[in-house]
């Protein structure tokens, strides 16, 4: 057994692989647009990358875990794990690989109305039969308690898919060889897990029953995956597939910036125009999203330790600590970037762009409202309420769907389209965030964290205003300075915040980085 001090400094990498990964994502997010340079050519990169995320993060999220589970027990034998995870992954994601390799034309030429993706969605399908062994590996190691390892492939592979895919998009403003690039980081980082790993364990094949209890993990984290990646990506999808089923007719109208999607008058240019606006919008909120999932890494292990000890009090505080935290970062983050969206959005983009202001503060309170969802269902998960989870994501994706089905005007101007699919991802996540805080009461009473979680959401909603009534006297740099300091200022003045309470955040994060994942 690892020693508490291997533990702590595996904890401490696997954390920096993991930061290093949201980095190198988020970077990414806010350089392709002016890096594809066309917001069409990026339209189609951003609407593949949706579709391949949804199914990336299941195998990912899913595979760690369930991998994780069974070797990390008394006893395991290692090859047993990988033999019997490597029967399912193929039988399940194995599938999966093949039907949108096969089937790539017809979702790019039916569902999605957009002939000119069915090279990159070929492409980017490679991704998921890399991943599918890949993570099984991953998962294997951290079972194993062989953090540095992990954390040197993740890391290793972040690196490696960021600089493939910028020198593709520079050298070729190609979606289809970003992804070419993504795939050649997926199955090199696979080669060197294979080359790097070495399991003990007999050669005899695996017990008949460790598959289907690999299933077991594997099928329930695999849903939850799925619905929460919907929610993240379903809403640009939709815009691109509401806008390619028209003739054209307005949709340039909407793109006056970015003539060379109307010019043409092509249809699905111009659908790939707008997703590519409303994409980067999407891009830009889910700031506060990716800040916030670094929480998870200090307050799962904190929740799971002090939940298996039985040591109710202190699940509750770093719970509630963690939950006090996610709001407070996420409403600054609302009210700085709402402050002047348009502005924002072309400083980041260019100023084909901007026509996505407007939806951009509605995304911004999906984004804060999906990063407490996320903590939340975390802080569930860790105290053995993996199903409960499962519940508010489940809720928010089917609100979210529903509401884009009823909210899309169908074909016509772009921008007509990017305020009502914001609206209904803001729907979607406060279902999802309500349903999620409302069960988290059980782990930490609601006394503990609620008030903050309201007096963030009021001082943001307080930030953005006052930037508005001062647009016309500061300029806009200077708006956004003004919107946080109202937030803090509110925030302070309902006592949404207190010093005790940031006290008692530092204690968490403190003992945090000492105890185990």
Not at 177 to 190: I, N, P, R, S, T
Not at 362 to 377: E, I
Not at 413 to 429: C, D, H, K, R, S
Not at 480 to 487: G, K, R
Request: charged share 10%; hydrophobic share 60%.
């Amino acid at each position: 057994m690892a020693s508490a001090g291997g533990i702590g400094r595996g904890f401490v990498l696997i954390t920096g692989a993991k930061v290093w990964f949201l980095a190198t994502a988020t970077l990414t997010s806010l350089l392709f647009p002016r890096l594809f340079g066309d917001p069409v050519a990026f339209g189609r990169f951003r609407v593949v990358s949706g579709v391949l995320n949804v199914v990336a993060m299941v195998v990912i999220t899913a595979t760690v875990q369930a991998a994780a589970r069974l070797a990390s027990e008394a006893g395991a034998d290692l090859r047993a794990v990988r033999s019997a995870g490597g029967r399912v992954q193929a039988a399940l994601f194995g599938t999966v690989f093949l039907g949108v390799f096969a089937f790539a034309g017809p979702i790019a030429g039916g569902l999605l109305s957009d002939p000119a993706l069915e090279a990159p969605l070929r492409v980017a399908s490679l991704v998921i039969a890399a991943y599918a062994w890949y993570a099984l590996l991953v998962g294997i190691l951290n079972g194993d308690r062989r953090f540095a390892a992990q954390a040197a492939l993740d890391a290793a592979f972040s690196t490696l898919k960021t600089g493939l895919m910028i020198a593709a998009v520079v050298l070729t403003a190609s979606a289809t060889w970003a992804f070419a690039g993504f795939a050649a980081a997926a199955f090199l980082v696979l080669a060197i897990a294979i080359a790097a790993t070495r399991l003990p364990g007999s050669r005899a094949a695996a017990p008949p029953g460790l598959a289907r209890r690999y299933a077991g993990y594997l099928l329930p984290l695999a849903g939850y995956a799925l619905v929460l990646n919907l929610l993240l990506q379903a809403d640009v999808v939709a815009v691109k597939a509401a806008l390619g089923a028209g003739d054209g007719a307005g949709i340039a109208a909407g793109a006056a910036a970015g003539a060379a999607a109307g010019a043409a008058g092509a249809v699905a240019d111009a659908a790939s125009f707008a997703a590519g606006v409303y994409g980067a919008a999407r891009n830009a909120a889910l700031l506060p999203y990716q800040v916030v999932i670094a929480l998870t890494f200090v307050v799962f292990p904190l929740v799971s330790r002090s939940s298996s000890e039985g040591d109710h009090a202190a699940a509750a505080t770093a719970a509630a600590g963690a939950t006090r935290l996610a709001a407070v970062l996420s409403g600054a983050a609302v009210a700085a970037l709402g402050a002047a969206p348009g502005d924002v959005l072309q400083l980041l983009f260019g100023p084909a762009y901007a026509p996505a202001g407007p939806a951009l503060v509605p995304l911004l309170a999906a984004s804060a409202l999906t990063a407490l969802m996320y903590v939340g269902n975390a802080v569930l998960a860790s105290a053995g309420r993996p199903a409960a989870s499962l519940v508010g994501a489940a809720a928010a994706a089917a609100v979210q769907i529903s509401a884009l089905a009823w909210l899309l005007p169908g074909p016509g101007a772009a921008e007509a389209t990017y305020v009502p699919a914001a609206i209904a991802t803001m729907l979607g996540t406060a279902v999802g965030a309500s349903a999620t805080l409302y069960m988290l009461r059980r782990v930490a009473p609601a006394a503990s964290w609620a008030w903050t979680v309201v007096a963030s959401g009021g001082a943001a909603a307080a930030g953005v205003a006052a930037a508005r009534l001062l647009a016309g006297v500061l300029p806009w740099p200077a708006a956004c300075v003004a919107a946080v300091a109202v937030f803090a200022a509110v925030l302070a003045a309902v006592r949404g915040v207190v010093a005790a309470d940031l006290a008692r955040i530092r204690r968490a994060f403190g003992r945090g980085a000492k105890e185990a994942p």
